[in-house]
């Protein structure tokens, strides 16, 4: 079965520090990636997608990602995060003919000023 | 465009008590989606529709119904409330098809006592 996970459950910055949470697929096959944030008490926003061409995406807010095929993941990036970071993050992946996303579990990021 | 809006925003339930929690969209998509979101979980999906008089169970269908008579509304209903369903509940829609890219609504925060 397809699946999405997410390594780090809990991440604790401070601010500037670099970001970086991963994410990795099981799917052979052609997929669309997101990343969505969630601030607390909101709902989910999408940060960034990936469909095709260049595997360096960038997104809002100063986020990138890079889809790296051989290895089945879609790592998130932030060079220097700010204590609005502080949400919960969520990679999922569109694969096949599902119609639905795969979700991963989600990363809290607690970024401290 | 409104995006998609849901109500209510908070409800408390008894046990055994049934309710309808309300998603619409106005932005034409085929896709809808209902999840439940608890404290570490991630989301779970619940049912979901791929266009007006279709729909289909997804990892959580137990204990709630859905229909889909329109394009624009996917109603929740739960029929005798647990308290196994305390949740945070969201609706997100997509367009289907060519993007699957999907926009939330704001949230419902049930509790069941």
């Known amino acids: 079965a397809q699946s999405v996970s997410q390594h780090n459950h809990h991440v604790i910055l401070s601010e500037a520090a670099s970001l970086e949470l991963g994410c990795n697929y099981s799917?052979?096959?052609?997929?669309?990636l997101f990343w969505y944030v969630q601030y607390p008490g909101q709902h989910l926003q999408l940060l960034l997608k990936?469909?095709?061409?260049d595997p360096l995406v960038k997104g809002i807010k100063g986020f990138e990602a890079e889809f790296i095929k051989s290895k089945f993941s879609f790592n998130l990036r932030k060079p220097s995060v700010q204590w609005s970071d502080t949400a919960e993050y969520f990679c999922a992946v569109f694969a096949g003919n599902n119609r639905k996303l795969i979700w991963g579990l989600g990363t809290s990021l607690a970024v401290n000023p | 465009n409104a995006g998609v809006t849901q109500t209510p925003k908070f409800r408390i339930l008894k046990i055994g008590q049934s309710m309808t929690l309300q998603c619409t969209q106005d932005?034409?998509?085929?896709?809808m989606y209902w999840y439940r979101q608890d404290p570490g979980m991630g989301l779970k999906l619940i049912y979901y529709?791929?266009?007006?008089?279709?729909?289909d169970k997804g990892e959580v269908p137990n204990g709630y119904n859905v229909s889909r008579s329109t394009t624009e509304d996917f109603p929740l209903r739960l029929e005798l409330a647990a308290p196994s369903q305390t949740s945070v509940y969201f609706c997100?829609?997509?367009?289907?098809?060519?993007?699957?890219?999907?926009?939330f609504g704001p949230g419902t925060r049930l509790t069941v006592t």
């Open positions: 932005m034409n998509h085929n896709y």
């Open positions: 799917y052979g096959g052609t997929v669309n």
């Open positions: 997100a829609s997509s367009l289907g098809t060519s993007s699957y890219e999907q926009y």
């Open positions: 990936y469909f095709s061409g």
């Open positions: 529709s791929v266009g007006a008089g279709i729909t």
